[in-house]
């Protein structure tokens, strides 16, 4: 397949086009919605629409917007989740949060009710440093997701705006965020591609992600983040590309490419740049305390450089941006994503917020928040705690003029033009999941990532090699085990060389006196205080990271790695090119 044309500054043209549409549009009244009609009230293009008309994305939205009532652009800037592993089937207790949070009992009733422009699927990984706002899940297998989303699809076809795909988004990161985590083929995490600098691989194995997530029914991504790693935060750690902008940016922009060749929607987030500080946004509000040259230099690149790929959306983050707008959360700041996001970084498409179910967000009701977030410059709402309550709101807002219809009109026409350029990909075939080129690029990608820090660049260890491990890790103790094993390595329960994981959340208590190696499978600070002669990072620990690693143990690859963060009394590498 093809790469899709896909820049998002184009639509600052249609969106100029649209002056005498902002002020018109129809309305039934403050009412809740009229049932929707069983087919799309938008018509296809007659014979008489020019057909750079009926073939442009930006074109075909403004036409359909011009067809909405106000409630249906309302419904159009909403993406919450839903509980619920179906559409239309659901559990006791799916109904039950579904009431809670939307008035109804299942995703499609929910979609149909609000008039939804999307949803989010949610879910829990291991290691998951956003399981605070994940209220439930709706992943199992991509069997189910592809049924979930089918479905999703049926419900919003039937939508006034049903000839525009509905956006089915999740946070598939890869590493410790990745929510469809059975089934596909896992790629290392940011962090490892970023060990790896090559730009190349990096595009090539998430181009293989965006053809396994477009086979699920997944358009959107939440991904990747282009935050720069400037601090040594937990919640971002390896989600994170590097710690500098010359790490991250290229590494954004494959990602970018990646995704979008296949027809996913790519999201850099979080914008301006969780990175610069340490503390959690899913909690508390975090200070960025750093200049404004500062985020000029460091925060900024990254996001300009997906931009530049031609990322179709930014998600704003939940921060206090102090050189900016103090005070404010960087969501709900006008200043951050209009004057700068969109007038100094020129960004053009579809502006996302962060969870905001999360606490910053939190401070106001789910409709004020909404009504702030769209004034700040947003287009699309994710994860409301009250579905019923923020599309309230927002039709409340737009009758007192407190949300302007153009704002409105604006978002929405974004959302369209994005959905629009999302159109006309063929979805793939779930036997698409774990191809053998998609299992080949994400080895490949894996193996440039493995960074020798400390000891031989390359070499066999002498065996025979006992695996241990951090408590928890047992699978990925196996899969090494495994690895080693069809290396050619003999494996012993006792005695031997220790090779010894750490990972996410590890510290210089879950390290070992006595181990020989010591390999850091998530961000490689804990190195600092390893003793083993041999330290060795892969950033990742999935099965093409076991398997890479292995290799390296067994004197059969090079590891060619370099560290994309800053390990104190550690080189980035002991191998030299």
């Known amino acids: 397949m093809g790469p899709v044309s896909i820049s998002p500054r184009r639509s600052a043209v249609a969106l100029a086009a649209l002056t005498a549409l902002l002020v018109s549009g129809c309305s039934d009244g403050p009412d809740r919605p009229r049932p929707a009609p069983s087919t799309p009230a938008a018509p296809a293009p007659s014979s008489a ?56 009992d299942t995703p499609a009733e929910m979609v149909a009710k609000y008039r939804l422009g999307g949803l989010i699927l949610v879910g829990f990984s291991a290691d998951d440093p956003t399981s605070g706002n994940q209220e439930t899940t709706n992943v199992d297998s991509p069997k189910q997701v592809r049924a979930l989303t089918d479905g999703l699809r049926a419900a919003a076809g039937k939508l006034p705006t049903g000839a525009a795909p509905f956006l089915v988004g999740t946070d598939q990161e890869y590493g410790v965020v990745t929510r469809v985590t059975d089934g596909v083929t896992q790629l290392p995490s940011p962090l490892a591609a970023g060990a790896a600098g090559n730009p190349a691989l990096t595009e090539a194995a998430w181009r293989a992600a965006g053809a396994e997530l477009a086979a699920m029914g997944i358009n959107l991504d939440f991904a990747p983040v282009a935050d720069v790693l400037a601090t040594r935060s937990t919640v971002i750690g390896s989600r994170s590309f590097g710690a500098t902008p010359a790490a991250a940016s290229p590494q954004v922009a494959g990602a970018v490419r990646g995704l979008q060749a296949e027809g996913v929607g790519a999201a850099v987030k979080h914008f301006p740049g969780h990175g610069l500080t340490a503390a959690d ?289 550690l080189p980035a590498t002991t191998c030299r090119t």
């Open 281 to 569: 946004s899913h909690t508390d509000l975090p200070v960025v305390g750093q200049s404004r040259a500062v985020l000029d230099r460091t925060a900024f690149p990254p996001f300009r450089a997906g931009i530049d790929a031609g990322a179709m959306a930014v998600m704003s983050a939940h921060l206090d941006v102090k050189a900016v707008d103090p005070g404010t959360p960087a969501t709900f700041s006008r200043k951050l994503l209009t004057d700068v996001l969109r007038g100094q970084l020129g960004f053009q498409g579809v502006v996302i917020t962060d969870g905001m179910n999360m606490a910053p967000a939190k401070k106001w009701s789910p409709g004020e928040a909404a009504v702030r977030a769209l004034n700040a410059g947003n287009d699309l709402i994710l994860m409301t705690p009250n579905v019923g309550q923020a599309y309230d709101g927002l039709r409340a807002a737009l009758t007192d003029g407190s949300l302007p219809r153009a704002r409105l009109v604006e978002a929405v026409t974004r959302v369209l033009t994005m959905k629009f350029r999302l159109a006309g990909h063929p979805q793939p075939a779930l036997s698409t999941l774990e191809a053998a080129d998609h299992r080949k690029a994400a080895a490949d990608l894996a193996a440039a990532a493995v960074t020798v820090l400390r000891g031989r660049c390359g070499g066999a260890v002498n065996g025979p090699i006992r695996v241990t491990s951090s408590a928890g890790r047992d699978r990925t103790r196996a899969a090494l085990t495994e690895a080693l094993t069809a290396a050619g390595v003999k494996v012993v329960s006792s005695g031997g060389t220790v090779v010894h994981l750490v990972g996410y959340g590890d510290g210089a208590k879950d390290l070992r006196a006595d181990a020989a190696v010591t390999v850091a499978m998530d961000t490689p600070y804990v190195l600092s205080g390893a003793k083993s002669p041999t330290v060795l990072a892969t950033y990742s620990s999935t099965r093409a990271s076991m398997t890479a690693l292995a290799a390296v143990l067994a004197g059969k690859a090079r590891p060619t790695g370099r560290s994309p963060v800053p390990v104190p009394g």
């Open 49 to 104: 629409t020019p057909a750079s008309e009926a073939a442009d994305p930006a074109a075909r939205a403004a036409a359909l917007v011009a067809t909405l009532s106000d409630e249906d652009l309302v419904g159009q800037v909403l993406m919450p989740y839903a509980y619920g592993s179906s559409a239309t089937e659901v559990s006791a207790g799916s109904a039950a949060g579904n009431r809670a949070l939307a008035g109804v």
